[in-house]
């Protein structure tokens, strides 16, 4: 069993950064592919990014070359670095944890980008 907490959600004008960060609790977090995903009202929810155990990393086309997400196995923590945010990135944050495909999910985190 994994349990994820996110942080860093908040209130940014469009052009800013914010870093999310997500804790996990649990055995063998460095085999796990970590996921960053967000749900706007309304919309679907997509895929931000994700980390894979090996260290390959992919990206949503919309926020590619404007957010990373990067690991910390010594912490157990993923994090996301958005930079040069939009007023479209307003969503919930939640970052999600499995071997092959995410299987344990955190609460969320709320991120608001204002124009």
């Known amino acids: 069993q994994v349990q994820l907490v996110e942080s860093g959600g908040g209130l940014v004008q469009a052009g800013g950064s914010l870093r999310l960060s997500c804790a996990a609790s649990g055995r063998s977090f460095s085999t796990y592919a970590m996921y960053w995903f967000r749900q706007a009202p309304g919309k679907e929810r997509e895929v931000v990014a994700r980390f894979r155990w090996n260290g390959s990393t992919a990206y949503g086309d919309s926020v590619k070359g404007r957010f990373t997400i990067s690991r910390d196995n010594a912490k157990n923590t993923v994090y996301l670095q958005m930079n040069s945010l939009k007023p479209e990135d307003t969503a919930v944050y939640t970052c999600?944890?499995?071997?092959?495909?995410?299987?344990?999910w955190g609460r969320g985190t709320q991120v608001t980008v204002s124009s």
């Open positions: 999600a944890a499995g071997i092959n495909s995410p299987e344990y």
